[in-house]
């Protein structure tokens, strides 16, 4: 007898053997047992996870001697027949090759007699979304009103392609991807009947290479056997599954958050020389990446990865201090390069620029970062993060712009942040904030409802809480703080955020610039939640438009000048 191959071979026969189906199956079985048959069903779903085997079980389902049952006996004649795919009241039609409207109408019109032995003739259309517009509607009248003794059987691995117009005479079952659980499973037991010595971790990469698909998972492992003379080896499944190995994984990963570009070409380059499909490598990259995403949210290793125990262990303690945000930007630029990677031609220099650039992701600041004032924009993942400069006396006024001021000594309540971005030359740098850690939760909370204002609070040359008030000092030549304060919706957002921390009984005062090198312990200044108005045109700095851009931009004013024209200021 001639070899069958494990994927024929290992066919299921009944609605219990399907794989990862509980929901259809169940369905399907009740409406047997119910005498609930449809004049159309239509099974969609991706290749390989049973929709032509469950249209073969239900065709059995409702032809056997003993039926309609939702457990044929596979013993009777049609059973068999149907199995081997002989029976005459069974059509089995392949829409790829028989998509022309005159061959639907010749089948359309075969339908009209009975069946020739069996209780239903049933039509199986595979891939239904290959047929032409003019044959779906010559489908259309028979599939809505069929003779009493036909059945129609559709599917098909895209759906969307399908006319609403079937699909609305049809009862349609989605069937799912296959869980790698129950693809090692069921692996598992094949290996048993067949004597394939395959450990759990390969059994795992075949499941994990197979996508959801029994079929592929299965016609891997028959491969993978013939390969290795009936012993799969973990290393064989690791390289005829398409990727790399989870050791060169990991350290790709590492190198990607540490901004090490060197590392990562060079293994862009040991993929192109062992031959890899790109392709097939970054899928999986992909996949590992995944695993690393769900164990910086701190899922238990058994859940949160398809891989060996060791593996994972040693993936979650890299990422553990890589942080989820990272992982995850770095993830979405890893998927936002793949189609890339798939239509080059050139997939392995795609491949090598994509991981590249995710090498460069450690090297950026979000935005929230540089209106907090953090550290500077050029600092990567893997450099300390600098000390903060001691206090010391404001330098003079003559010292070039290039090189920012430092503040006064903070009092001792207070803590220097970190510095500040450099601004351009021509702009003289603001100085250094000094705040209350006290006041970070009243930060936050203005930074949730208002990210220009918060940017606009930190400049401000000290934030303290005195007496039930809220004291901003404004920086010695201040022009825009105040301007800021003085917009209705700044005003709103800044009182919201009082009320949130502190109570309704919260209140403000910006008090009035003072030079850097004063004392701050008893300033002077303005009347409770009244900000003193900039000391140069307020008419011209409270203009809507300059408002907006101020705001838009979070910009500052430097000076304001007079135009005039014909008949204008």
Not at 424 to 432: D, G, I, M, N
Not at 469 to 486: C, F, K, S, V, Y
Request: with cysteine.
């Amino acid at each position: 007898m001639s070899y069958q191959v494990l994927a024929r071979k290992w066919r299921p026969q009944d609605f219990a053997a399907l794989i990862g189906q509980a929901p259809i199956v169940t369905a399907l079985s009740n409406a047997l047992r119910e005498g609930r048959i449809a004049q159309a069903y239509l099974f969609s779903g991706i290749r390989g996870v049973g929709k032509t085997t469950a249209a073969r079980v239900l065709a059995k389902a409702l032809n056997c001697e003993h039926g309609p049952t939702p457990e044929p006996c596979n013993r009777c004649t049609p059973c068999r027949e149907i199995s081997a795919g002989s029976d005459l009241d069974v059509l089995e039609v392949d829409a790829a090759t028989y998509s022309k409207v005159e061959q639907v109408r010749e089948l359309t019109e075969s339908l009209r007699y009975g069946p020739a032995r069996d209780r239903y003739k049933v039509v199986v259309l595979d891939e239904v979304h290959r047929l032409s517009r003019q044959a779906f509607d010559a489908l259309l009248k028979i599939v809505e009103e069929p003779p009493p003794h036909v059945v129609f059987i559709f599917a098909t691995t895209e759906i969307d392609a399908v006319p609403a117009t079937i699909l609305s005479r049809c009862q349609e079952y989605h069937f799912r991807r296959v869980a790698v659980e129950d693809l090692v499973v069921h692996l598992r037991e094949i290996c048993t009947a067949e004597t394939i010595a395959a450990s759990d971790a390969a059994l795992r990469l075949i499941a994990r290479a197979g996508e959801g698909s029994v079929r592929d998972s299965v016609a891997l492992l028959d491969q993978l056997a013939t390969f290795g003379g009936g012993t799969v080896a973990d290393g064989d499944a690791a390289r005829l599954a398409g990727g790399l190995d989870n050791s060169l994984f990991l350290a790709l990963l590492g190198a990607m958050l540490a901004g090490n570009a060197a590392a990562v070409s060079a293994a862009a380059r040991e993929v192109e020389d062992h031959g890899f499909d790109p392709r097939s490598v970054h899928a999986h990259f992909l996949a590992f990446c995944r695993d690393a995403l769900h164990l910086a949210l701190g899922s238990p290793l058994e859940s949160a990865t398809d891989l060996p125990r060791e593996d994972a262990a040693a993936l979650a303690a890299l990422v553990r201090g890589a942080g989820y945000e990272n992982l995850l930007r770095l993830l979405h630029q890893l998927l936002a390069s793949e189609s890339l990677i798939r239509r080059s031609e050139s997939g392995a220099l795609a491949l090598e620029i994509a991981w590249l650039r995710g090498a460069e992701l450690p090297k950026l600041r979000s935005v929230e970062e540089i209106l907090r004032g953090g550290a500077p924009l050029l600092s990567t993942a893997t450099s300390p993060a600098p000390a903060p400069a001691p206090p010391s006396r404001p330098a003079p006024a003559a010292r070039p712009a290039a090189a920012a001021p430092k503040s006064a000594a903070p009092p001792p309540t207070a803590v220097a942040p970190a510095r500040p971005l450099a601004e351009p030359a021509a702009v003289p740098a603001a100085p250094p904030t000094a705040t209350d850690p006290a006041l970070q939760p009243f930060l936050e909370a203005v930074s949730r409802r208002k990210q220009s204002l918060a940017a606009h609070l930190a400049q401000a040359r000290r934030l303290e809480w005195v007496e039930g008030e809220l004291r901003i000092h404004a920086p010695a030549g201040d022009t825009w703080l105040g301007a800021a304060l003085e917009r209705p919706s700044n005003r709103q957002v800044l009182e919201e955020a009082l009320h949130e921390v502190w109570g309704a009984a919260a209140g403000w005062r910006l008090c009035a610039n003072i030079p850097a090198n004063s004392s701050p312990a008893a300033p002077e200044t303005a009347p409770t939640q009244r900000p003193v108005a900039p000391p140069e045109e307020p008419a011209a700095l409270n203009h809507p438009t300059v408002q907006n851009v101020l705001e838009l931009f979070n910009g500052r004013v430097e000076s304001v000048q007079r135009r005039t024209g014909e008949g204008e200021d």
